[in-house]
């Protein structure tokens, strides 16, 4: 769906989920870790909800989540279906009223299913984009019926599959060390992408040190990469990165016969400990993310880096068609020259089909 915000919420993975009517549908869905609220205690829980923090005060999930929307420029409440009211906060408890537009296209649903019973938590909107959220905890919550019920109405009223979303969130460890950019709000992958590879360079660039592409592929991931761990929830933990690791084979061009899988220089998964493999031996998941690498070292020929030239726009088209296959795909094909005094590295970027040429230059 465009627009859609922070990479808190950016969805990891879809969830397969089987209508009333018998027709399934797979939905996007996010994992994040959030935050426990470990300032005064609080005393209304609403039955002994989780109590979470979100820029430094407390909330429940679905209010946390709210929060996470509304700093990415969405409208949006919590439709608090106990209490029969829309709300944007427990602390002190408000209600709110829906805009005309908003009203009519719930009770537009709630006609459907006859019944206001099954309403995903938040309801959100951002010019002519809306967003359903189910807020669930990971391992506890499940979709009921009534939620199924009136997620087909839902769709069944014209709403796009994109239009929903289910948030399956973690609390934070609490007894890990936390550095003040943890405990901040997350930078996206692009922020850390962009961030590692400016420092890598600045690592290289002393004329001591001495390396071709699997010494920079090791120093990058190991000296630059892995400190970001944690400092955004889709890179969480260091067993989530692997270097020359398998995934998924896709057509593109110049492949006439493609292998199942093909290995990597560096990728990032969805989740810890993830690969591409099943029980079977096959390969059934796409990474989050995929680093290409090529370098001229100080040694290559005119017809050596010709050679590399055509094959880093090959990794190009490869990340490229991969990006079509997943949505939340993030290809990086980066060049490193280090044929002049001082080491030049540009970078590409590939989502959504979309390659940006020297999206990076340092």
């Not at 465009?2 to 990891?12: H, K």
């Not at 549908?25 to 979470?52: F, H, S």
């Not at 946390?64 to 829309?86: E, M, Q, S």
Request: net charge positive; proline share 6%; aromatic share 10%.
């Amino acid at each position: 769906m465009s627009g859609r915000c922070s990479c808190l919420l950016e969805p990891i993975a879809f969830e397969r989920i089987v209508l009333p009517s018998g027709k399934s549908v797979k939905i996007g869905k996010a994992r994040p870790l959030l935050d426990v609220w470990t300032g005064k205690p609080v005393k209304d829980t609403y039955g002994g909800k989780q109590v979470l923090a979100i820029h430094g005060k407390p909330a429940f999930a679905e209010l946390a989540i709210l929060r996470i929307l509304r700093n990415d420029g969405w409208n949006g409440v919590w439709v608090d279906t106990f209490a029969h009211k829309y709300r944007t906060s427990y602390w002190p408890k408000d209600e709110v009223k829906l805009p005309l537009a908003q009203q009519r296209l719930l009770e537009n649903i709630f006609g459907k299913t006859g019944s206001k019973k099954g309403c995903w938590d938040v309801f959100c909107w951002k010019g002519k984009s809306c967003l359903f959220i189910e807020s669930k905890r990971q391992g506890e919550d499940r979709l009921r019926e009534t939620q199924k019920r009136w997620l087909e109405a839902a769709i069944g009223s014209g709403l796009p599959l994109t239009s929903f979303l289910i948030v399956e969130w973690s609390p934070k460890p609490t007894n890990e060390k936390q550095s003040p950019v943890q405990n901040s709000m997350s930078c996206p992958l692009d922020v850390v992408i962009c961030q590692s590879l400016k420092s890598f360079v600045s690592d290289i660039s002393n004329p001591l040190w001495h390396g071709r592409e699997r010494e920079m592929v090791s120093l990058y991931v190991m000296g630059h990469l892995l400190p970001f761990c944690g400092k955004t929830t889709t890179l969480s933990y260091p067993t989530q990165v692997g270097i020359e690791v398998a995934v998924p084979q896709v057509e593109h061009v110049g492949q006439r016969r493609p292998k199942r899988n093909v290995c990597k220089d560096i990728v990032i998964w969805p989740e810890p400990k993830m690969t591409c493999w099943n029980r079977d031996g096959r390969t059934h998941r796409y990474p989050l993310v995929v680093m290409e690498w090529k370098t001229v070292n100080e040694m290559d020929d005119s017809r050596t880096q010709k050679r590399k030239r055509a094959e880093y726009q090959k990794d190009v088209e490869w990340l490229r068609a991969m990006s079509l296959l997943a949505d939340s795909f993030r290809g990086y094909a980066v060049w490193v020259n280090r044929k002049a005094l001082r080491p030049r590295l540009t970078c590409t970027r590939v989502t959504k089909g979309t390659a940006t040429i020297d999206w990076l230059v340092c």
